[in-house]
Antibody, heavy 116, light 105 residues
Framework: QVQLQQSGAELVKPGSSVKISCKAS????????MHWLKQQPGNGLEWIGW????????KYNQKFNGKAIFTADKSSSTAYMQFSSLTSEDSAVYFC?????????WGQGVMVTVSS | DTVLTQSPTLAVSPGERITISCRAS??????MHWYQQKPGQQPKLLIY???YLESGVPARFSGSGSGTDFTLTIDPVEATDTATYFC????????FGGGTKLELK
């Protein structure tokens, strides 16, 4: 069955960067774009962007342009998102997800806390 | 961005029929999808393409609408349906509604 296994929670300092991972299994990794989403406590969801693991093509929500960088390693079926210049506004749970227009499979989420 | 607007909360009794609405700031045709999210969990897809039931989701859930106005119906509501429900559109990139929290009376 399709599984998206994300890395563990992160506690990071303001101004630093964080890189979180999403390991895919149960399907052909290059067949689906990997999307990344942000959810702040008590808030809705924001789409950050996607990466096509087959060719490395990316698309970012303009709000996160320059903030997030996506990469994908086909050899390990793992997608990565690096978030830079972190502020308290970046404290959130980050999900990876796949699907067509909808997201029918999600990772369990990674809580990122930005605090000095 | 296409903005999706949902009512923030609903309180219902088990056995009732409820509708959760989602209004889009512009037409998204039928590219509307619904999710259920319980605390500490990832969202779960319920309805895609406005009205198609995701495999494994109980038939108590249904969706309707097109253009700018969409509805998720739960009939009858069960205690396990306590959760937050999000709509999401995929016509113009991807955006989500703010969520409707379903509480039981």
């Amino acid at each position: 069955q399709v599984q998206l296994q994300q890395s563990g929670a992160e506690l990071v300092k303001p101004g630093s960067s964080v890189k979180i991972s999403c390991k895919a299994s149960g399907y052909r990794f290059t067949s689906y774009d990997m999307h990344w989403l942000k959810q702040q406590p008590g808030n809705g969801l924001e789409w950050i962007g996607w990466i096509s693991p087959g060719n490395g093509k990316t698309k970012y929500n303009q709000k996160f342009n320059g903030k997030a960088i996506f990469t994908a390693d086909k050899s390990s079926s793992t997608a990565y998102m690096q978030f830079s210049s972190l502020t308290s506004e970046d404290s959130a749970v980050y999900f990876c997800a796949i699907g067509g227009g909808n997201f029918d499979h999600w990772g369990q989420g990674v809580m990122v806390t930005v605090s000095s | 961005d296409t903005v999706l607007t949902q009512s923030p909360t609903l309180a219902v009794s088990p056995g009732e029929r409820i509708t959760i609405s989602c209004r889009a700031s512009e037409s998204v045709h039928t590219r509307m999808h619904w999710y259920q999210q319980k605390p500490g969990q990832q969202p779960k897809l319920l309805i895609y393409g406005a009205s198609y039931l995701e495999s494994g989701v109980p038939a108590r859930f249904s969706g309707s609408g097109s253009g700018t106005d969409f509805t998720l119906t739960i009939d009858p509501v069960e205690a396990t349906d306590t959760a937050t429900y999000f709509c999401q559109q995929s016509w113009n990139d991807w955006t989500f509604g703010g969520g409707t929290k379903l509480e039981l009376k």
